[in-house]
């Protein structure tokens, strides 16, 4: 996932600077993107700055350095929306931020958009589970420390648990799809966790 994508959405949510960029990515946007630097943050935003996507202003502080607020442009706001209504090509792994990131962005689409990605999202998982779940997973042997025996049941457990999780991944995506088509409640009240219902 390209950096500037996220930034995209960072900065149409607000102009921040960039420790506040820094700090998203460090916590929020912490599973959309691994490990992303302060270098990283500032060399993507000047790109972005000489492309005319985003444009700052220096905020002077008391005792300490000056710092600068990013905000995106016309330009920027146009070059995300690119990217919202551009087709949306599945990765080969459902675990890649790729989907996630879109669905996150939801609220930059249109109903009908919406619904095409998820039915992308769907259908292409569904092909995959079609295609490679019964595929023949003999593997040669080779020298390990782990017994025959030992080794075969760990691949198994591993496969078992890469299949649950394409399975949870797919039955949540259309339950979120036959909610959204019928006007549903997305999040069942006995799925709202104790502490955040107490604050309501």
Do not use: C
């Not at 985003?54 to 706001?77: F, P």
């Not at 023949?136 to 080794?151: K, Y």
Request: net charge negative; aromatic share 8%; no cysteine.
């Amino acid at each position: 996932m390209k950096l500037e994508i996220l930034l995209f959405g960072t900065l149409f949510d607000h102009p921040s600077t960039g420790y506040e960029i820094k700090r998203h990515f460090d916590t929020s946007a912490r599973f959309a993107r691994s490990n992303t630097t302060m270098s990283q943050v500032y060399r993507t935003l000047a790109s972005m700055e000489a492309r005319g996507w985003v444009t700052h202003t220096v905020e002077s502080r008391a005792g300490a350095n000056d710092a600068k607020r990013y905000a995106l442009t016309e330009e920027g706001l146009g070059a995300f929306q690119d990217w919202i209504d551009s087709p949306y090509n599945p990765p080969s792994r459902f675990q890649d931020p790729d989907f996630a990131v879109r669905l996150s962005n939801a609220g930059h689409m249109s109903e009908e958009q919406l619904m095409r990605l998820l039915d992308t999202e769907i259908e292409t998982r569904l092909a995959e589970v079609a295609k490679y779940r019964g595929r023949d997973r003999e593997r040669f042997p080779r020298s390990t420390g782990l017994s025959a025996e030992r080794l075969a049941e760990l691949e198994e457990w591993t496969h078992r648990r890469g299949a649950s999780e394409m399975d949870r991944h797919i039955a949540s995506l259309m339950d979120l799809r036959a909610r959204l088509m019928d006007g549903r409640p997305l999040i069942d009240r006995e799925d709202v966790p104790a502490a955040e219902g107490a604050q309501r």
